[in-house]
């Protein structure tokens, strides 16, 4: 994850003078001399404001650091108060900053940095309101870091953590009994506590969105990715690929019904959360070894290769780095592997949830990850290590623009590395896989691997942020919150809670993202667009070719392509100097997001699920729970608000 929870606008430092003079290249000759001097005038201030905020940017994300990283009472104190400090003369700059009749400057560069400059972000809020909200969300992400359970199997042991502890129950535990139990503490210690400061948070950030001029914090989400449509093509997408989603769903529902029986999974129902091998069922990787489609055949074990050779947390991060410059792109620098924490420090608690930071001075990168020698954290490594490249692509940009050109795009680097690195060619490249080419059956089973991963995520990232839409926008109201986010999961993701829910609880809490106010349509974006990048580095590396049964996508492997590298640092670099189409057509040459590379990819198992689905007889979709997560009256009012049954549930593959 980027650690890209910004209360100021982001900055850099004295390094980045040259940089801002560099893209200020304007034609001046038959210019307006009043427009002209007016320019000349706000560059010479643009040069001061971004290396100002760069400096303040730097203090507030190493007094966050060192909260994150030590929670303590004093931390977090020192935290809010460096970051209420900074505020102020943000404010100051910001009111400044508003003096400039910017709007029509001629110089597209100029005018780009003051529109973004124009936004102050939550320090736009009094002071009082400013540390309040620190307060909730710091509240909310340190209740989330140090909730405990207790042990299904030992009630006196009651130090269990997300990280590793639960995390090890739902990767390799098969017993309902013990995953429910795991389910309803969890969500009790991480939810249900954090529901008056997600409440007080709702109001403080909707407050600051107004006084960026927005409506609501949806809408200024949504303005990140400077497009007037953002939410119908999100919706577009998930059109696109929900008939290969239910495929996917209704044979993985017979498999757990096969496990388990008819008693705890349904034939035509959703199926139950705690079952999928992850807290949140927003991957199913975990049940892969007993749901997979050709069960008979040899199966790479990953995680046990890296164990038999002894990887450890350094490895698996210098693994990824030599990826990276493989690639022709930049070395980790020496302050990385200083700063950076990647195991589980066993003096203090920290938050555990990986994290990749930029310091703004142009040379501190930071991983903040509690690292576990298995292939999902490989995957993991390789996501953080993707943020880290970008940092390093675009550090000489003006601060303003050093960030992604959407924050879908940033997700997405690191994941579309990991596509190649997950490839059966890379596994067998580096040792971690034997063998000749795939066989089809394989080539199924390894499609079913990646399916489970990448297709069941894009419901659950689609449902996070939909729900807080709805927050937001005020259609989901406190008392109703629990109803209307399970109706959402029901109905968009086909799951269901293991045990009956009520107000009283407050599940969405129990995600990370939520506690740490970090939106979440990035992870969705990401998820459709790596495809889109993976598909056009694949074409630059000679990996792959449409129709060719000999170069598949899910083959590929760009390792030591320096074309391909070449192409992405030409894309990173860019940061968002330009908007994010521009960036998207310079390496792919789309300017939309489209679903076509994911369906590409996973063509093969979407005709074999389809096929498989018929021969058994299976429902495809599902009908609603017997499980209770709404009263009779918000029923109603739903059913009021929505009275057409929702397509998501009815609607069978095409």
């Known amino acids: ?43 010479e201030y643009m040069l001061h404001l971004d290396k100002a905020t760069g400096l303040r940017k730097n203090r507030a994300s190493l007094a966050e650091w060192e909260y994150t990283s030590n929670i303590t009472k004093e931390n977090e104190e020192k935290s809010i108060q460096t970051h209420l400090e900074l505020s102020r003369q943000e404010k100051a700059a910001w009111e400044e900053t508003k003096m400039y009749g910017w709007q029509d400057f001629q110089d597209f560069t100029l005018r780009r940095m003051f529109k973004k400059y124009s936004q102050l972000g939550v320090a736009a809020l009094p002071d009082d309101k400013f540390q309040a909200l620190m307060r909730t969300v710091s509240g909310m992400e340190s209740n989330y870091a140090t909730a405990k359970i207790c042990s299904y199997k030992n009630e006196s042991k009651c130090d269990l953590s997300l990280e590793p502890e639960i995390t090890e129950i739902f990767s390799t535990s098969q017993d309902p009994e013990e995953l429910k139990h795991a389910w309803v503490e969890w969500h009790n210690a991480a939810g249900a506590t954090a529901k008056k400061n997600f ?37 577009k997408l998930w059109e696109d690929v929900k008939p290969l989603y239910q495929q996917l769903h209704a044979y993985v529902r017979k498999r757990l019904r096969d496990k388990y029986g008819d008693k705890v999974v349904s034939a035509r129902g959703p199926i139950p959360a705690h079952l999928l091998g992850n807290m949140w069922a927003q991957t199913w990787n975990n049940i892969e070894s007993f749901t997979r489609p050709y069960p008979d055949k040899k199966e790479i074990d990953v995680t046990q290769a890296m164990r038999d050779q002894n990887y450890t947390p350094m490895k698996m991060f210098q693994m990824s780095d030599e990826f990276f410059r493989s690639l022709n792109l930049t070395a980790m620098p020496e302050k990385f592997w200083k700063n950076s924490i990647i195991e589980k420090p066993t003096d203090r608690e920290i938050v555990c949830h990986a994290s990749a930071w930029d310091f703004f001075d142009g040379e501190d990168f930071r991983i903040k990850m509690c690292t576990t020698v298995n292939v999902e ?30 924050s879908g795009f940033h997700e997405a680097v690191g994941d579309t590395i990991a596509l190649s690195v997950s490839s059966p060619k890379h596994l067998r490249r580096v040792g971690l896989a034997t063998g000749d080419a795939e066989d089809e059956q394989t080539e199924i089973n390894q499609l079913y691997k ?122 990173l670099k860019m940061g968002s100097s330009k908007p994010w189409p521009d960036a998207m057509e310079a390496l792919t040459g789309q300017r939309e997001m489209k679903a076509d590379g994911l369906l590409e990819y996973f063509r093969p198992l979407h005709d074999w699920l389809r096929a498989e689905n018929q021969r058994t007889g299976e429902h495809i979709g599902w009908e609603p729970t017997n499980m209770e997560y709404c009263t009779p009256s918000q029923l109603s009012e739903l059913n009021v608000k929505e009275p057409a049954s929702s397509p998501a549930t009815q609607q069978s593959d095409s």
Not at 7 to 14: N, P
Not at 22 to 28: E, K, L, Y
Not at 525 to 541: D, N, T
Request: charged share 25%; net charge negative; aromatic share 14%.
């Open 1 to 43: 994850m980027l650690k890209f929870k910004t209360m100021l606008k982001v900055g850099g430092g004295a390094v980045l003078i040259a940089a801002i003079v560099a893209v200020f290249i304007v034609a001046t000759q038959g210019r307006d001399p009043d427009l002209e001097a007016r320019e000349h005038e706000a560059r």
């Open 199 to 235: 409440t007080d948070y709702v109001n403080l950030y909707n407050e600051a969105a107004k006084l960026n001029g927005f409506d609501n914090v949806a809408e200024w989400w949504q303005s990140e990715y400077e497009v007037p449509d953002f939410e119908e093509q999100l919706a």
């Open 377 to 406: 954290h490989l995957r993991t490594v390789h996501h953080e290590m993707g943020h880290i490249q970008y940092f390093l692509q675009y550090r000489h940009q003006p601060s303003v623009f050093r960030e992604g050109a959407n």
């Open 450 to 571: 990646m399916g489970i991963d990448k297709i069941a995520f894009l419901p659950f990232a689609y449902t996070l942020d939909l729900f807080r839409y709805g927050v937001f926008r005020r259609k989901t109201l406190p008392e109703d919150y629990n109803c209307h986010y399970w109706k959402l999961r029901e109905q968009l993701q086909g799951v269901e809670p293991p045990v009956n829910r009520t107000e009283d609880d407050f599940d969405a809490a129990a995600k990370y993202h939520v506690s740490a106010n970090v939106e979440y349509a990035r992870y969705y974006v990401s998820f459709i667009i790596q495809f889109q990048f993976h598909r056009a580095l694949c074409q630059l590396a000679g990996e792959h070719a449409a129709g060719d049964p000999n170069k598949k996508l899910v083959d590929c492997d760009i390792y030591q392509s320096v074309a391909a590298g070449n192409a992405l640092a030409n894309m």
